[in-house]
């Protein structure tokens, strides 16, 4: 089974998945499809110490509350970390209504940390159009990204940290799922996250979300509206 992020609003329903996934004997993974990028595949080659690696996501309005799990996801992709710890402080004081209805969603800073010093910075503006941009910093490559032109540079401490520009082409979902379907299908596996591991992401972020809410306009439930 495949199951589109955000899986659940409330950690209690990972519980009850993985029950029901162990019990039947299915495996799972979660639609997180950056890991299936060509050109994410080629630079993780660039981060094999697999610590002190931090990821920047900064832009406008692209959607903290539901898309922060992808950058999450891209994030351990490289570090292969699942052990670590968000911080809420960052975000604003208000939250905002989703374009889905009954959802909600948030803008400001997350800000997350494992004892591996890996680090990770989220930042959704609100109400500024600027551009998204990725930025990963390791110990041999730094790396600015911008998907929407498809372009990236890079420079490498091999290369007395020279900046090369390259351009990459960032598929379409309809360009990735006939892939995903033959590697489950032919092998039983894949390239996407599996369910076990990305609990591990969507929990922390799940919990924080909701004492946010909580803070702000006193919301008691265990579901966090997100999408």
């Known amino acids: 089974i495949v199951l589109e992020k955000v899986v659940f609003q409330s950690n209690k329903e990972f519980d009850e998945a993985k029950e029901i996934f162990n019990k039947k004997n299915i495996n ?8 299936m990028y060509d050109f994410y595949k080629g630079i993780k080659k660039y981060f ?73 910075l989220l930042t959704s503006l609100n109400d500024i159009k600027i551009p998204t941009t990725i930025q990963i910093y390791g ?13 990236a540079w890079i420079s490498l401490k091999e290369n007395n940290w020279n900046q090369e520009e390259i351009e990459f082409n960032t598929p379409f979902q309809s360009q990735l799922s006939h892939l995903m379907a033959e590697s489950i299908l032919k092998n039983n596996n894949s390239d996407l996250i ?25 919301f008691t439930s265990d579901y966090c509206p997100i999408t």
């Open 28 to 35: 799972v993974w979660v639609n997180c499809p950056r890991r």
């Open 48 to 120: 094999q110490s697999k610590d002190e690696l931090q990821l920047i996501v900064h832009g406008g309005n692209w959607g903290l509350g539901c898309n922060s799990i992808h950058f999450l996801d891209l994030w351990t992709y490289f570090t292969e970390d699942y052990d670590f710890k968000l911080e809420l402080s960052g975000l604003d004081q208000f939250i905002i209504d989703s374009k889905r209805e009954g959802f909600k969603e948030f803008t400001g800073t997350i800000f997350g940390y494992s004892s591996k010093n890996n680090k990770i």
């Open 139 to 151: 110990k041999e490559a730094r790396i600015s990204i911008m998907e929407s032109k498809g372009k």
């Open 194 to 218: 599996s369910y076990d591991l990305s609990s591990k992401l969507h929990k922390p972020l799940i919990e924080i979300l909701l004492k946010h809410l909580n803070n702000i306009e006193n």
